[in-house]
Every structure is written in structure tokens, then in C-alpha cells.
DNA sequence: AAACCGGGGGC
DNA sequence: GCCCCAGGTTT
């Protein structure tokens, strides 16, 4: 007897689960593999709630992959803005022109072949390839691991290259062929429903009675994960700088730190909280200062703190005015309506909130 | 292997 | 305050 045999009662309880409790998203209607695609891009690291609006967006604007090959990459990240991860969006646009222009506009139809795309990777390929083209190739994001782990009792960490390879053995074996697409479906929805990271729902589970984790009562320990990340603390000191003519000054981003490409304002980031007079008499200060001729700090806006993933950011807008400007470098002025056309951060957005009316 | 890349929500 | 989310790329 084949270990594949020996588990098909994991495939075919998690496939009459999902067939009654499944949830119904735009994405699962279509076999179109580009709409698929814009679904896992969208959804990598984020939430079915907060990247729905967004793919409908998307999808609207951009119907097919030619239509998103021919677009800016501007407007490409304004629809992106605000969703986080906008190497997602870049790498997405530059696929879609790579398709076009190198592959005839037809989407890859194998698993190599969509595991090539940038932005793709293994979990991405697999997915798109079970659910636009049936192929048996097992898709285990966080949802599944979380599911696998408890299930089978397995204390390999996730996020070891070890996890990785053991997960991945497993969910090949475990993988319907006759329906693999909604295999991958059904495992994310398990783990998203009902075998969630607090408090699972095991009374409602297809699997409690073959499960590892609710036997032993260590739903809690599992999955394990070995890194633990950090949080630093940043502050941004920006300048709402506006010119005679009523236009303010934009920033775009470079290098490689946060937000690359995207607008904000001139700021000066300093590894510690600095006191409003410590900061004026700074030499970054001072230089923006040569810039902007007869710079003044008409008022200082509210602080705001931001909290991301792996830093804190300390934000103070400074309202100031420029009888005239020198126009340097990245430096553009815009008229305030046309700042909020671009692709702001989702920081700048907050302390404009706050902005005396 | 570790670091980096956002924003939002649950508890 | 900590953890997680339909992960992937870079160093």
C-alpha cells in the first residue's frame, strides 16, 4: 500500500468540507490564470478582507495581461497604494510585460514555467498551477502549515529550509489529483476559518478526529517557528513645504529602504527622538534650509506613530512656507490636489489627517 | 540562514 | 504589545 493511499482520507474529508463550507471569492468563478494570478499577488501576506477591494480594482482596470503590460508603472502602483509590499506591484507589471513580450501574451501552463515570473515563487506556481490548469502540484501557505502541523504533529519549524522541504513532501503526498485546485483551496480555507492561530474551532473541524495537535492539546505549541523578529524604532521628521504659487514639494523615494518610489515629503529621519529646537539647529536642517529660500515653519503638525511589521515609525509634519525654492535632485513641486493623485505612504496619508481644516 | 519589504486586524 | 495574514527576493 502507497503512503499516498494510506492518507486519502485527508484529501477526501478537507474536499466534502470545503465543498459545503467553502467561501465564494471572485477568483475561485474564473480559470483564467492571469486573474489567478492578480489573486495570489494581491493576497501574498495579506488578508482576504483587505486584498478583495483591491483585486477587484485590478482586475477592472486591467482585464487582461495585455492591458496591464501596456500600462505606466505609476498608475500600476497608485492602484497598489496603500496595500503594502509594492515590489509586489513592480514585479507584477514587469511580468506581465515579460508575457507579452516574450511569451506571445499567453500565460506560462506549467509550474516551471509560472515559477519563473518575477514574483512568483513556490507557492504561488503551485497554486495557479492547480487552479487554472487542474495540475497536482500542492500549494502550503501559512494557512497549511498551520493545518499540516497540528494534523500530522509535526514540530519541524515552518520557516527552516528543513519545514520547508518536509511541508512540501507532505502536501505533494497529501494532494488530490482529482482535484487539486480545490485541495489548495480548501486546506487555506480550513486554516483561515477554522483551524485559525487563536482559538481554532476544532468542534467544527472535518479533521478533529485524526488530529495530532487536539489529541495532545498542543494546538498552542503548533506550528512552530524558530525566528522572531524584531521591532526598531525610526523618526521621520517631514516638511509640508509650500511654494508662493500654492504648489508644495514632493519627494521621491530612492534606494532601497521603505516606500522606494513612491511620494512624500522632504524629512529628516535621525536615529532618536529629537527635540523641535535640536532639529532646526541640525546641518540636515540647515542644508534644506539653503534649498528653500526663505524657508519658514509656519507650524508643527501632531506626531503620529506608525507601526509596521518589523519597525515603529515616530512621524512630525512641519507646516512650512517658501517665498522661493531651488528645485534639486528628486524634488518636484505639485499642486496639493495633484500630490494626492500619487502614491503616497500610507504615514503621509495619516498625518494629512490630521491637518487643521 | 537571515534580513527586508506594509498595512491591517484579533486578542 | 504580540502575532498573523493566499510569500518572495535580496544579501
Known amino acids: 500500500m502507497s503512503a499516498a493511499s494510506d492518507n486519502r482520507w485527508f484529501g477526501d474529508l478537507l474536499l466534502s468540507w470545503y465543498a459545503e463550507n467553502g467561501r465564494q471569492l471572485p477568483w475561485r468563478e474564473t480559470h483564467d490564470p492571469y486573474k489567478i494570478w492578480i489573486s495570489e499577488v494581491v493576497l501574498q ?18 482585464p487582461t495581461v495585455a492591458d496591464l503590460a ?18 509586489r506591484a513592480r514585479n507584477l507589471h514587469a511580468a506581465a510585460k515579460h508575457v507579452c513580450n516574450n511569451l506571445n501574451g499567453h500565460m506560462p501552463a506549467t509550474y516551471e514555467g509560472l515559477k519563473a515570473l518575477k514574483g512568483v515563487g513556490d507557492y504561488t506556481a503551485a497554486d495557479i498551477a ?14 497549511g502549515y498551520r493545518v499540516l502541523a497540528r494534523v500530522f504533529g509535526i514540530n519541524t519549524p515552518i520557516d527552516s529550509t528543513q519545514g520547508k522541504k518536509e511541508f512540501a513532501r507532505l502536501g505533494a503526498e497529501l494532494v488530490s489529483t482529482d482535484n487539486p485546485g480545490n485541495f489548495n483551496q480548501g486546506l487555506m480555507d480550513l486554516g483561515a476559518t477554522i483551524c485559525t492561530p487563536q482559538n481554532p474551532q476544532c468542534d467544527n473541524c472535518p479533521l478533529s478526529g485524526k488530529c495530532y495537535a487536539l489529541a495532545n492539546k498542543q494546538w498552542q505549541q503548533l506550528p512552530v517557528k524558530e525566528k522572531k523578529t524584531k521591532v526598531h524604532d525610526r523618526y521621520f ?19 532601497k529602504d521603505i516606500w522606494t518610489g513612491l511620494f512624500d515629503f522632504p524629512m529628516i529621519e535621525n536615529a532618536t527622538e529629537l527635540e523641535q529646537k535640536d532639529l532646526f539647529a541640525g546641518k540636515d536642517f540647515k ?20 507601526q509596521l511589521s518589523h519597525q515603529t515609525l515616530h512621524a512630525t509634519l512641519f507646516f512650512c512656507t517658501a517665498t522661493a525654492a531651488t528645485l534639486k535632485d528628486c524634488e518636484q513641486a ?13 504615514l503621509i496619508e495619516l498625518l494629512r489627517e490630521k491637518e487643521d481644516p
Not at 492547480?130 to 494557512?143: K, M
Not at 521628521?237 to 534606494?255: C, V
Not at 490636489?337 to 502614491?343: K, M
Open 45 to 62: 501576506q495579506t488578508r482576504v478582507e483587505q486584498g478583495l477591494p483591491y483585486y477587484l480594482r485590478l482586475t477592472n482596470r486591467f
Open 70 to 87: 501596456e500600462a505606466k508603472e505609476d498608475e500600476v502602483l497608485k492602484y497598489w497604494q496603500g496595500l503594502g509590499y509594492y515590489s
Open 130 to 143: 492547480a487552479l487554472a490548469y487542474g495540475l497536482p502540484h500542492a500549494a502550503i501557505d501559512g494557512n
Open 237 to 255: 521628521y517631514y516638511f509640508q513645504i509650500t511654494l508662493p504659487d500654492g504648489r508644495i514639494i514632493a519627494n521621491q523615494r530612492k534606494g
Open 287 to 306: 542644508a534644506l534650509r539653503k534649498r528653500m529660500k526663505g524657508l519658514s515653519v509656519v507650524k508643527e503638525g501632531k506626531s503620529i506613530k506608525h
Open 334 to 346: 505639485v499642486t496639493a490636489g495633484e500630490f494626492d493623485e500619487l502614491a503616497i505612504p500610507r
